[in-house]
């Protein structure tokens, strides 16, 4: 078996840098969070009316900007609403396409980290899974068409990954949208705007948000992609039993509660005895060769 450090190398690999730039994203969210508060600030001091007709250049503007999002794929379901929208728009209708289009530039770069996940982690679960082939018996060698096998399993993850990138930046939308709507049309100068919308994005003092949720969406994408493959390359490999890893110094109580735990490949549930164990889990596990053990020992 590979040695604890090494595979803390291979999962910094995974959830690390390289994949789920978490600095990017913070990046973007404040950047989003700057232009929108650009936008509801110049509306508010226009003293623009929210159902006033919209100028007819700010919407070409806006629609040629959609159009050339929607070449995205992934970003089709949330760009066709806005277009949908901006039929008759009203100033207000084209203020909250304004406030949207940051937004969605930040889950067009979300989509980009799934598609690198689910490029990336085949070939490092297969350079890992070939070092550790080399210290097991020859029945557990790695097959022919592994590397290919391993991508088609990660497919079956991606659709849901991308589906809750756009969930979850939508939700945001419309939060935001109702944050904006109240903010032109109050009276009230203590509404305090740009504080609530801070924590929308942020999470304010407390973190998350939606910056921490996109983190959170990667994150767990990347964990049950790398696990889904693993068990793809147990099978592929003849591997039985498989050992259950807590490998970080800040892993959970119920996670700590499994490390070191024996089962059946057959008998894997996520989770319950095989990772993800909930969102942002980094466990992981490893194959073992001896058969006399009984499941969950």
């Given at each position: 078996?590979?040695?604890?450090?090494?595979?803390?190398?291979?999962?910094?690999?995974?959830?690390?840098?390289?994949?789920?730039?978490?600095?990017?994203?913070?990046?973007?969210?404040?950047?989003?969070?700057?232009?929108?508060?650009?936008?509801?600030?110049?509306?508010?001091?226009?003293?623009?009316n929210w159902s006033g007709k919209a100028n007819k250049d700010d919407i070409e503007e806006i629609q040629a900007e959609?159009?050339?999002?929607?070449?995205?794929?992934?970003?089709?379901?949330?760009?066709?609403?806005?277009?949908?929208?901006?039929?008759?728009?009203?100033?207000?209708?084209?203020?909250?396409?304004?406030?949207?289009?940051?937004?969605?530039?930040?889950?067009?770069?979300?989509?980009?980290?799934?598609?690198?996940?689910?490029?990336?982690?085949?070939?490092?679960?297969?350079?890992?899974?070939?070092?550790?082939?080399?210290?097991?018996?020859?029945?557990?060698?790695?097959?022919?068409?592994?590397?290919?096998?391993?991508?088609?399993?990660?497919?079956?993850?991606?659709?849901?990954?991308?589906?809750?990138?756009?969930?979850?930046?939508?939700?945001?939308?419309?939060?935001?949208?109702?944050?904006?709507?109240?903010?032109?049309?109050?009276?009230?100068?203590?509404?305090?705007?740009?504080?609530?919308?801070?924590?929308?994005?942020?999470?304010?003092?407390?973190?998350?948000?939606?910056?921490?949720?996109?983190?959170?969406?990667?994150?767990?994408?990347?964990?049950?992609?790398?696990?889904?493959?693993?068990?793809?390359?147990?099978?592929?490999?003849?591997?039985?039993?498989?050992?259950?890893l807590a490998l970080e110094s800040n892993t959970c109580a119920e996670c700590q509660s499994m490390d070191g735990k024996?089962?059946?490949?057959?008998?894997?549930?996520?989770?319950?005895?095989?990772?993800?164990?909930?969102?942002?889990?980094?466990?992981?596990?490893?194959?073992?060769?001896?058969?006399?053990?009984?499941?969950?020992?």
């Amino acid at each position: 078996m590979l040695s604890k450090s090494k595979m803390q190398k291979i999962l910094k690999e995974i959830y690390g840098a390289n994949l789920i730039d978490r600095q990017t994203l913070d990046r973007l969210f404040n950047s989003s969070e700057k232009e929108i508060l650009g936008y509801l600030t110049s509306f508010i001091a226009n003293d623009s009316n929210w159902s006033g007709k919209a100028n007819k250049d700010d919407i070409e503007e806006i629609q040629a900007e959609l159009n050339e999002l929607s070449k995205d794929n992934n970003l089709v379901p949330l760009v066709s609403v806005m277009i949908a929208n901006l039929q008759n728009a009203t100033a207000g209708d084209v203020l909250q396409a304004r406030i949207s289009l940051p937004l969605i530039k930040v889950a067009q770069q979300q989509h980009r980290m799934i598609d690198n996940v689910t490029t990336d982690v085949p070939k490092l679960l297969s350079k890992y899974s070939k070092l550790q082939a080399q210290e097991m018996s020859n029945n557990h060698k790695v097959p022919p068409n592994y590397d290919e096998l391993l991508t088609k399993m990660i497919r079956n993850s991606w659709d849901e990954a991308h589906l809750s990138i756009n969930r979850d930046i939508n939700y945001t939308i419309q939060r935001i949208k109702q944050v904006a709507k109240q903010a032109a049309s109050a009276t009230d100068d203590n509404l305090n705007y740009a504080k609530r919308i801070d924590k929308i994005l942020t999470g304010g003092k407390v973190g998350n948000g939606a910056s921490g949720r996109a983190q959170s969406i990667i994150r767990t994408f990347a964990s049950r992609a790398l696990n889904e493959t693993t068990f793809a390359s147990y099978k592929a490999r003849g591997i039985q039993y498989y050992r259950f890893l807590a490998l970080e110094s800040n892993t959970c109580a119920e996670c700590q509660s499994m490390d070191g735990k024996i089962f059946k490949v057959d008998d894997a549930a996520e989770g319950i005895n095989r990772p993800p164990i909930h969102i942002n889990c980094q466990c992981w596990t490893v194959p073992i060769e001896n058969t006399n053990f009984v499941s969950g020992s």
